[in-house]
């Protein structure tokens, strides 16, 4: 399984990005999780979407951002909108399990990240 994620910029407070996550070396039925690591800190889980559709989100991106995916494409997406500096990081997407409303990370399963700068 290997993941690539895109979409990632520099944008002004209160804009909006798009990323995506591309699943590719298997039959896509994985439940996907967005993760972000600002410098200096530890990696945090920020949104997932399980293999069935069901989602999760960080409080602090609660009504901001929407995580989904397109089978058909073998993609997960997180639309970010309202973005804040706090959100500058570097997002990952990851390929794991989903359980009770969370998403426990396989650290065999991370793709390389893409850059999210939000300006104030």
């Known amino acids: 399984v290997q993941l690539q994620a895109s979409g990632g910029g520099t944008v002004q407070a209160g804009e909006s990005l798009r990323l995506a996550c591309g699943v590719s070396?298997?039959?896509?039925?994985?439940?996907v999780g967005w993760y972000r690591q600002a410098p200096g800190e530890q990696r945090e889980l920020v949104a997932a979407?399980?293999?069935?559709?069901?989602?999760m989100y960080e409080d602090s991106v609660k009504g901001r951002f929407a995580v989904s995916r397109d089978n058909s494409k073998s993609t997960v997406y997180l639309q970010m909108n309202s973005l804040k500096p706090d959100d500058t990081a570097v997002y990952y997407c990851?390929?794991?399990?989903?359980?009770?409303?969370?998403?426990?990370?396989?650290?065999?399963?991370w793709g390389q990240g893409t850059q999210v700068t939000v300006s104030s």
């Open positions: 990851n390929v794991g399990t989903y359980y009770n409303g969370r998403h426990y990370y396989n650290n065999a399963y």
């Open positions: 070396g298997s039959a896509f039925s994985f439940d």
């Open positions: 979407i399980s293999r069935e559709g069901s989602t």
